[in-house]
């Protein structure tokens, strides 16, 4: 426990290594599938739920497709949704909680207010609700939905910053020689609020893969032909007791990559913010 | 210490009503957008012409937003959410039904994860660094990331498909048997929580110089948690079980439908399915309400362990 700098920590080198393999894996998916994942082979009778074994490392599901390619290609929606969602929402967040923070009064007043009814939802349950509106559910609505819900943590964590940033000499000073707001808000605020933002949206990225997963498997979310690894859990259900591969694959892919991010972010934190450290 | 806890609560109370304020001009809003014009929605492009207008008359549609908004809160306070456009009946009659059994299974699942999750955490806790310390945590970080969906699942395949112990799923009239797993699946999650909570809150308490002094005194290392650690480090981890009871909401629906459970979460899902917006938007104010009373909850608490909290 002597060694320093950001590998001290076991949880960051493993959940780096998980991120870093469910990334690569994602990105590389076309390369190292071994077949088209849509692709329904003939002579379906033989092929379909095939356990895992050669040809079909882990199996094919009820069609007879490749599961390791759906898999794999199941990861790049999964990635998709959980960093493109976060990025969006962060955005939203971060400037939400940087005017809230920064001119307070009855601005801040109301978007805490927004942001607090907007948390005062279980998220799924809200996002299960909104999706209802559209006429069918699909993967743009998912990511709009999600979009909808996830800035209100990041705009809590960066108005607590803002609050406590704004009060330091250097803001003051800055105040004082007439520095324009947004020069002060970009430029003295918001890098100071980078930290936190950071952990909040990494920690926040693996509750969209699973808010993903979780509607598609509800049949809420993507639609086939897109690959979910939420929808293909949702056809395990129906061979658990046959073919039980077809199940525990793409869940076992969502956990592990959700259990890196995790282990991610708890790391970052530590590393971040000194005040927990034992 | 009642006339002592009346103010705070009191004021917590009215805290409550622009958040439930906000929540019902939500679900209005969402319903407006959604369904158009209500009364044809709900009785199809066919629609008695005289029905149709006297539906428009009870709820107002032909006057401003504001005043549809006020009528249905009206309706609302009265607790008349409206028909079901699916089973045509009240949305209260439906949701009422469906209530018992997720309650049944958010205790079950709370009563699970406090108890897991408290001794797995004072576990962790009594040797930090130890091979069980990094076998427990190292389980509660699996819990915490494993999405309750897959979780249900590998449980019904090992203990109901391969080993046969329990039911693979239903409700069985209220069996025992078929409430473990589902039980099992929706509290995982916050046992997580609460072990990591337990542990990292029981080992900021016994570096505090009162429970040096219980140690100094020659008690046994049992009374030392017990009786003068334990309590102090309960506040934090009360906090932690109230913001379980979210997750529990969320996860309601994922586990009701991998178990067939018949309760709310489950309701919610079909009716999306459906578009049976009424039953939608009553369920969700429903889980909403919950929540946010189950976090008023968790502030009364508070109030009882931390004496502290009363004053400010």
């Known amino acids: 426990m002597t060694e320093r700098g950001p590998f001290r920590h076991h949880g960051v080198q493993v959940g780096g290594a998980l991120v870093a393999l469910f990334v690569g894996a994602a990105l590389l998916a076309p390369w190292l599938a071994p077949v088209d994942p849509h692709e329904v082979p003939t002579g379906l009778a033989a092929a379909s739920l095939r356990p895992p074994g050669p040809?079909?490392?882990?199996?094919?599901?009820?069609?007879?497709?490749?599961?390791?390619?759906?898999?794999?290609?199941?990861?790049?929606?999964?990635?998709?949704?959980?960093?493109?969602?976060?990025?969006?929402?962060?955005?939203?967040?971060?400037?939400?909680?940087?005017?809230?923070?920064?001119?307070?009064?009855?601005?801040?007043?109301?978007?805490?207010?927004?942001?607090?009814?907007?948390?005062?939802?279980?998220?799924?349950?809200?996002?299960?609700?909104?999706?209802?509106?559209?006429?069918?559910?699909?993967?743009?609505?998912?990511?709009?939905?999600?979009?909808?819900?996830?800035?209100?943590?990041?705009?809590?964590?960066?108005?607590?910053?803002?609050?406590?940033?704004?009060?330091?000499?250097?803001?003051?000073?800055?105040?004082?020689?007439?520095?324009?707001?947004?020069?002060?808000?970009?430029?003295?605020?918001?890098?100071?609020?980078?930290?936190?933002?950071l952990v909040a949206a990494t920690i926040g990225v693996g509750g969209n893969m699973v808010a993903e997963a979780g509607l598609s498997f509800l049949g809420l979310g993507t639609q086939a032909p897109t690959i979910s690894w939420g929808a293909m859990l949702a056809e395990g259900q129906t061979f658990l007791a046959s073919a039980p591969w077809v199940a525990v694959f793409p869940g076992l892919a969502l956990m592990l990559a959700v259990l890196g991010i995790n282990l991610l972010g708890d790391g970052l934190r530590d590393m971040l913010d000194p005040r927990l450290k034992r | 210490m009642l006339t002592q806890l009346a103010r705070p609560v009191a004021r917590r109370l009215v805290a409550l009503i622009p958040v439930l304020f906000g929540i019902s001009l939500l679900v209005f809003v969402l319903n407006a957008v959604a369904l158009g014009d209500p009364a044809r929605a709900m009785l199809g492009q066919r629609g008695d012409p005289e029905l149709i207008a006297q539906i428009r008359k009870e709820y107002a549609l032909d006057r401003p937003l504001w005043v549809q908004y006020a009528t249905w809160m009206g309706h609302l306070l009265q607790g008349n959410l409206g028909r079901s456009y699916h089973q045509q009946r009240p949305v209260s009659d439906v949701i009422a039904e469906r209530f018992p059994a997720t309650f049944r299974l958010a205790v079950a699942a709370t009563a699970i994860a406090v108890a897991a999750g408290l001794g797995?955490?004072?576990?962790?806790?009594?040797?930090?660094?130890?091979?069980?310390?990094?076998?427990?945590?190292?389980?509660?970080?699996?819990?915490?990331?494993?999405?309750?969906?897959?979780?249900?699942?590998?449980?019904?395949?090992?203990?109901?498909?391969?080993?046969?112990?329990?039911?693979?799923?239903?409700?069985?009239?209220?069996?025992?048997?078929?409430?473990?797993?589902?039980?099992?699946?929706?509290?995982?999650?916050?046992?997580?929580?609460?072990?990591?909570?337990?542990?990292?809150?029981?080992?900021?308490?016994?570096?505090?110089?009162?429970?040096?002094?219980?140690?100094?005194?020659?008690?046994?290392?049992?009374?030392?948690?017990?009786?003068?650690?334990?309590?102090?480090?309960?506040?934090?981890?009360?906090?932690?079980?109230?913001?379980?009871?979210?997750?529990?909401?969320?996860?309601?629906?994922?586990?009701?439908?991998?178990?067939?459970?018949?309760?709310?979460?489950?309701?919610?899902?079909?009716?999306?399915?459906?578009?049976?917006?009424?039953?939608?938007?009553?369920?969700?104010?429903?889980?909403?309400?919950?929540?946010?009373?189950?976090?008023?909850?968790?502030?009364?608490?508070?109030?009882?362990?931390?004496?502290?909290?009363?004053?400010?």
């Open chain 1, 55 to 197: 040809p079909n490392a882990l199996g094919t599901d009820a069609l007879g497709r490749d599961l390791l390619s759906r898999v794999l290609y199941g990861g790049r929606v999964s990635l998709l949704v959980g960093v493109g969602v976060e990025l969006v929402a962060a955005l939203i967040g971060a400037l939400v909680g940087l005017v809230a923070g920064y001119y307070g009064g009855w601005l801040d007043g109301l978007l805490m207010r927004v942001t607090d009814t907007v948390m005062a939802f279980p998220s799924l349950i809200l996002a299960i609700g909104l999706i209802a509106v559209f006429e069918r559910p699909g993967l743009d609505k998912v990511f709009l939905v999600l979009v909808l819900l996830g800035w209100t943590t990041i705009a809590r964590v960066v108005r607590g910053e803002v609050l406590s940033l704004k009060t330091r000499d250097y803001v003051q000073a800055a105040r004082a020689l007439g520095v324009p707001d947004t020069i002060i808000v970009f430029r003295h605020l918001l890098p100071n609020c980078l930290a936190p933002l």
């Open chain 2, 120 to 312: 797995m955490g004072i576990a962790a806790a009594l040797r930090p660094g130890s091979a069980v310390d990094h076998l427990l945590m190292g389980a509660a970080v699996i819990g915490i990331s494993t999405p309750v969906f897959w979780l249900g699942l590998m449980l019904s395949l090992l203990f109901a498909v391969w080993l046969g112990w329990l039911p693979v799923s239903g409700y069985g009239d209220g069996a025992l048997a078929n409430l473990v797993l589902p039980a099992l699946t929706l509290g995982a999650l916050h046992t997580g929580t609460i072990a990591r909570m337990t542990r990292s809150s029981l080992l900021e308490v016994v570096r505090q110089d009162y429970v040096q002094a219980a140690r100094a005194k020659g008690l046994g290392e049992v009374a030392v948690i017990g009786k003068h650690a334990l309590k102090n480090a309960l506040i934090p981890v009360v906090t932690v079980i109230g913001i379980g009871l979210a997750d529990l909401l969320v996860g309601a629906p994922l586990t009701e439908t991998v178990f067939a459970w018949p309760g709310l979460g489950r309701m919610l899902v079909a009716a999306v399915g459906q578009r049976d917006l009424p039953v939608v938007m009553g369920a969700v104010l429903v889980f909403a309400v919950i929540y946010v009373l189950g976090s008023l909850l968790v502030d009364l608490a508070y109030l009882v362990i931390d004496p502290r909290i009363r004053r400010d």
